[in-house]
């Protein structure tokens, strides 16, 4: 009867070591400064923007614009940082701020990570607070465009 528990003991113990050898092997994750909660933001996203921008922040083209590949170089452009922020699915959203800063952090990584500045300053809460008090509205279209028109690098 001893046998078996330290049969169990020694399973465990190998099952352990070789998920610390596989965690340690595995490539790393890159630091997104200023999401403290990717699980949350990935929730946040799905729930709150997907439907319109689609999982993979494709967008439809449209009325939806894409994310993928884009989204971080309007933090290239004078005006672009604060445009992200006010644009009506950001501004008007349900989520709190402190979410919503977290949820702004992790779409840029996770649409646009090649775009990301070095010196990337996250969106915090009381900056989002502050900028979604006046979101765009019917000017965000032309606003986007004039923005768009000064990415260094063209949209793929």
Partial sequence: MKARPLALVL????????LATVSTRASPVPA????????????????KCQGCHRPDGSGDGVSNPPMQGVVAQFLGVPGGRDFIARVPGVATT????????NLVNW?????????????????????????RQHPLRLERAATRARLVEGFTTKQD
Avoid: C, I
């Fill in 107 to 131: 779409t840029l990584y996770t649409f646009d990570a090649r775009h990301m500045p070095a010196d990337f300053r996250p969106y915090t809460a009381r900056e989002l607070g502050a900028l």
């Fill in 32 to 47: 997104m400064r200023g999401v403290a909660d990717p699980v949350q933001a990935r929730t946040d996203y799905q729930l």
């Fill in 94 to 101: 349900d989520l709190d701020d402190r979410r919503l800063a």
């Fill in 11 to 18: 399973v465990a113990g190998s099952l352990a070591a070789t």
